[in-house]
């Protein structure tokens, strides 16, 4: 059975492979919306709250990688439920505490519209708060990957570089990845869509296990 709100106020989840929502939001580092991006990849990421420890460590990991992302043409932009004045706050106090400044912005989100709109919010873990969701959204502004986390347990950011890396080298190369793929590794041909190509795979110089399965070296 629906329920009311399912009925009444129906909405539309992001899809991967298609354009991710628009936004317009308030952030610590001046109004935002997805259009600033174009032309840049974005990982736009949800947090439940401000000075929660899993939190805080998750900011720090985020940070520590925020050179890498800029240098693979990615911009990092956190969310959740807490006023602009709260995330201010946060910030300072994780600089004067770790010893990190949180350079990338944070939207404020006090009416849940960015986070209801990304299905950040999952009234199972929480009515007022977002689960840690992360958003992959590419320069065209596709959304490409989704990553979702429970309340307790931190993101790894180490390997969203690493899925960044596999996704960009798909798009260059024309190619997929194994798992676990890291950069030096063999990477996947995509298997041939006729029968008469399947016949001429093992004789096109690649690393052919079967038809359906070959690798190279990039």
């Known amino acids: 059975m629906l329920s009311a709100v399912t009925m009444d106020n129906p909405v539309s989840l992001p899809r991967l492979n298609e354009a991710a929502p628009n936004f317009h939001a308030k952030t610590t580092h001046g109004d935002?919306?997805?259009?600033?991006?174009?032309?840049?990849?974005?990982?736009?990421?949800?947090h439940p709250a401000d000075f929660t420890p899993v939190c805080t460590?998750?900011?720090?990991?985020?940070?520590?990688?925020?050179?890498?992302?800029?240098?693979?043409?990615?911009?990092?932009?956190?969310?959740?439920?807490?006023?602009?004045?709260?995330?201010?706050?946060?910030i300072q106090n994780i600089k004067e505490k770790f010893g990190v400044e949180i350079g990338f912005p944070i939207i404020e989100d006090i009416k849940m519209e960015?986070?209801?709109t990304y299905g950040m919010v999952h009234p199972g873990a929480g009515d007022t708060q977002a689960v840690r969701a992360t958003f992959f959204?590419?320069?065209?502004?596709?959304?490409?990957?989704?990553?979702?986390?429970?309340?307790?347990?931190?993101?790894?950011?180490?390997?969203?570089?690493?899925l960044l890396t596999a996704m960009q080298t798909s798009d260059a190369q024309k190619v997929a990845t194994p798992e676990g793929w890291t950069v030096g590794a063999?990477?996947?041909?995509?298997?041939?869509?006729?029968?008469?190509a399947a016949a001429k795979r093992a004789s096109e110089g690649?690393?052919?296990?079967?038809?359906?399965?070959?690798?190279?070296?990039?």
């Open 32 to 46: 935002r919306s997805l259009l600033d991006y174009k032309g840049k990849w974005l990982i736009l990421f949800s």
């Open 57 to 90: 460590t998750e900011f720090i990991g985020f940070q520590k990688h925020a050179e890498i992302f800029r240098k693979m043409n990615c911009e990092l932009l956190g969310l959740s439920i807490d006023s602009l004045f709260s995330h201010l706050a946060w």
């Open 114 to 116: 960015v986070a209801r």
């Open 137 to 162: 959204i590419d320069p065209h502004g596709v959304l490409r990957a989704m990553v979702y986390y429970p309340m307790s347990n931190g993101r790894n950011i180490s390997e969203f570089v690493r």
């Open 186 to 196: 063999d990477v996947l041909i995509p298997p041939p869509r006729t029968a008469e």
């Open 206 to 218: 690649f690393k052919t296990t079967d038809w359906y399965f070959s690798t190279k070296s990039l």
